[in-house]
């Protein structure tokens, strides 16, 4: 997990840090994962000379951390509602404290996968058509305007929680039915198969394009954290101009949020060889199966690096 053993940050950028908490856990559906994350980056950020320390946030454990103001910074690592949809950003902006990552809008944005949808559309960014899904009755006219197969999806959750894919009417009452037990607000948009790839922004740039194959029906919850047997193309395989295109279109979908700092863009590619944009994650995942780390290995950037590099943005927000 830490190729970079060697890493270490100079004394003066350890005291322009300060003491630094990273923000894990909380109460989402995603907080196996948030802890895996943020004990991850804590123990980089330590071995890089950085004076931080985890903090699992539960309940109303933010405002806390935040009212006691023994940091000086936070790098969230939280993932999911609570942590990456702006109300730790917004409690954080509040009580003057710096932090890693996109501010209130663009994380509130990116988290609704709906609300995202409609930005990029309106960007004239491509996107799979779509339409928002509130009640069991409306399955009929979705199956009538949508070509199926179809993607349902909980409007507000991550790491591929509550996703199916459906084929009919009667399928897609019962995709929403399940989608509902996590969130009352579900999307449906028309189903991509073909090539899943994936960017990873840091900064201003990008990391190479990932390539993702997978036997599971999508890079659902499992593959992404659980399966051994999910095959990672770095390369990717695509030609160098497919990739610079893919990398141009992650960063204007990352603008487009206002997202900043770094993040991940999910893209798909249809039988026909065009790109469909799927989401941006703000907060993507920083385990042992997470691609930010992978796509910055692939370019020389360690894990201790690449904490740091993420942390070091949050002092432009300070400045």
């Known amino acids: 997990m830490n190729p970079d053993a060697d890493y270490r940050v100079d004394a003066s950028e350890a005291r322009a840090f300060g003491r630094v908490a990273v923000l894990m856990g909380g109460d989402s559906a995603e907080r196996p994962i948030s802890l895996k994350s943020g004990a991850a980056v804590a123990e980089a950020l330590q071995q890089a000379g950085v004076d931080a320390e985890a903090v699992d946030v539960q309940g109303k454990d933010l405002l806390r951390v935040a009212?006691?103001?023994?940091?000086?910074?936070?790098?969230?690592?939280?993932?999911?509602?609570?942590?990456?949809?702006?109300?730790?950003?917004?409690?954080?902006?509040?009580?003057?404290?710096?932090?890693?990552?996109?501010?209130?809008?663009?994380?509130?944005?990116?988290?609704?996968?709906?609300?995202?949808k409609y930005v990029f559309a309106g960007a004239g960014l491509p996107t799979p058509a779509f339409r928002m899904m509130t009640d069991a009755s409306q399955a009929e006219a979705i199956i009538a305007s949508l070509r199926a197969p179809?993607?349902?999806?909980p409007a507000r959750e991550g790491s591929s929680i509550g996703i199916y894919k459906v084929a009919d009417e009667a399928e897609l009452r019962d995709a929403y039915h399940k989608a509902c037990e996590h969130d009352p607000l579900v999307l449906v948009e028309e189903w991509v198969s073909g090539g899943e790839y994936t960017v990873s922004v840091l900064g201003d740039d990008t990391l190479p394009v990932i390539g993702l194959s997978t036997e599971h029906t999508f890079y659902d919850f499992e593959a992404k954290y659980l399966s051994d047997d999910t095959n990672y193309l770095l390369p990717s395989g695509l030609s160098s101009e497919e990739e610079d295109y893919l990398k141009a279109l992650s960063l204007d979908a990352f603008r487009v949020l206002d997202a900043r700092h770094w993040g991940r863009v999910d893209i798909m590619q249809?039988?026909?060889g065009h790109f469909w944009l799927l989401e941006v994650n703000t907060i993507p995942g920083m385990t042992d199966h997470s691609l930010v780390p992978m796509a910055a290995k692939a370019v020389g950037i360690g894990f201790q690096e690449l904490s740091?590099?993420?942390?070091?943005?949050?002092?432009?927000?300070?400045?």
């Open 270 to 272: 249809d039988a026909d």
């Open 150 to 153: 179809l993607g349902v999806k």
């Open 67 to 116: 009212a006691e103001n023994r940091y000086d910074r936070c790098f969230i690592a939280l993932h999911g509602r609570g942590g990456e949809d702006g109300t730790a950003q917004a409690i954080l902006d509040q009580a003057g404290i710096p932090y890693t990552g996109s501010g209130v809008l663009a994380s509130a944005l990116a988290m609704d996968k709906l609300r995202t």
């Open 308 to 319: 740091v590099r993420i942390l070091r943005e949050s002092l432009e927000v300070a400045s």
